[in-house]
């Protein structure tokens, strides 16, 4: 059963950078039939799609978020990583991995990690 | 940029019908998905392109789409099915969209 667990800092400083990664286990990230994605929900809100990676390192962005967002991956590890630059309150958020079926006009998430909340504060 | 619309509420008593919609633009082009989360929980998905139910996910839960509007219908609602509804989709460019979410209260 394919598992995916969040990782990383619970606070970061505005301005600053906020990485996060993402582990996967009980399948292999290179499998070529899915993307990897992040999405986000800021507390009480809505869900926000970030962008999501292929195993060869191929992204596409939400074009909102994409001038301060990078993903990448790592296939030894069977992890793939984001980061946001320049953080601001705005960016206070629970953020998710999942795996991004992707395909023609099919794009859905499933299954999804458990979600790490991440608040942007001096 | 691209939205889907749900109505920010929906109230229905055990045993009955639920109907929460979404609507967008590019749904007759692209499929949508729809999206279980209870507080302090992931989403789970319980619709996918538009009609298919995973595996695990009750019969009670169906998806049906009519032009720009889908529809998640939840037959014979459970206590348990209380919980925010999320439709999602994608635009022309790929770029994955969700609805605002729906809250679904059991009287």
């Not at chain 2, 609602?77 to 679904?104: H, I, M, N, P, R």
């Amino acid at each position: 059963q394919l598992q995916l667990q969040e990782s990383g800092p619970g606070l970061v400083k505005p301005s600053e950078t906020l990485s996060l990664t993402c582990t996967v286990s009980g399948g292999s990230i290179s499998s070529s039939s899915y993307y990897w994605g992040w999405i986000r929900q800021p507390p009480g809100k809505g869900l926000e799609w970030i962008g999501s990676i292929y195993y060869s390192g191929s992204t596409y962005y939400n074009p909102s978020l994409k001038s301060r967002v990078t993903i990448s991956v790592d296939t030894s590890k069977n992890q793939f990583s984001l980061k946001l630059s320049s953080v601001t309150a705005a960016d206070t958020a629970v953020y998710y991995c999942a795996r991004h079926w992707n395909g023609g006009n099919a794009n859905w998430f499933d299954p999804w990690g458990q979600g790490t909340l991440v608040t942007v504060s001096s | 940029s691209y939205e889907l619309t749900q109505p920010p509420s929906v109230s229905v008593s055990p045993g009955q019908t639920a109907r929460i919609t979404c609507s967008g633009d590019a749904l007759p082009k692209q499929y949508a998905y729809w999206y279980q989360q209870k507080p302090g929980q992931a989403p789970v998905l319980v619709i996918y392109k538009d009609s298919e139910r995973p595996s695990g996910i009750p019969e009670r839960f169906s998806g049906s789409s009519s032009g720009t509007t889908v529809t998640l219908t939840i037959s014979g609602v459970q206590a348990e099915d209380e919980a925010d509804y999320y439709c999602q989709s994608a635009d022309s460019s790929g770029t994955c969209v969700f609805g605002g979410g729906t809250k679904l209260t059991v009287l």
